[in-house]
C-alpha cells in the first residue's frame, strides 16, 4: 500500500523559510516522479514543483522559480521542497504527489497517489 506523508509546513513571515518534506513507502521510488502542488482557501489546486526520481530533472511553476528548490534523497524514498523568500501569496495547503512515469508531469490529473497535505502560512 502506498503511503505519502508530508511534513514540515508552519507559519512564517513574509521573507522567511520552510523545508517541507515528503516521505513514500509502498512504491518503487526511482520508477516514480514526485510532484509538490498548493491550494490555496477558495482557490484550485496548482502544480508547484516536479523531479524526476531517477536522475533528478526538475520543473517548477513560474510563480515560484527562483524561490523553491525540489530534491530527493533516493535512500530515504523522501522528497523535499525547500521555499526561500516565501510570500504572502504562497500561503496554502501543499501536497505531495506520485505518478509512475520518467516525464515530469504537470497535471494533478496524471498522478496516482496524494498524501493528506501540510499547511504553511506566511504572514505579512
Known amino acids: 500500500q502506498v503511503h505519502l506523508v508530508e511534513f514540515g509546513g508552519g507559519l512564517v513571515q513574509a521573507g522567511g523559510s520552510l523545508r517541507l518534506s515528503c516521505a513514500a513507502s509502498?512504491?518503487?521510488?526511482?520508477?516514480?516522479?514526485m510532484g509538490w502542488f498548493r491550494q490555496a482557501p477558495g482557490k484550485e489546486r496548482e502544480f508547484v514543483s516536479a523531479?524526476?526520481?531517477?536522475?533528478?530533472?526538475?520543473t517548477y511553476a513560474d510563480s515560484v522559480k527562483g524561490r523553491f528548490t525540489i530534491s530527493r534523497n533516493i535512500a530515504s524514498n523522501t522528497v523535499f521542497l525547500q521555499m526561500n523568500s516565501l510570500k504572502t501569496e504562497d500561503t496554502a495547503d501543499y501536497y505531495c504527489?506520485?505518478?509512475?512515469?520518467?516525464?515530469?508531469?504537470?497535471?494533478?490529473?496524471?498522478?496516482?497517489?496524494w498524501g493528506q497535505g501540510t499547511q504553511v502560512a506566511v504572514s505579512s
Open positions: 523531479i524526476v526520481s531517477n536522475v533528478g530533472r526538475t
Open positions: 509502498g512504491l518503487p521510488f526511482r520508477s516514480y516522479a
Open positions: 504527489a506520485a505518478d509512475r512515469t520518467f516525464e515530469l508531469p504537470t497535471d494533478e490529473g496524471q498522478y496516482d497517489y
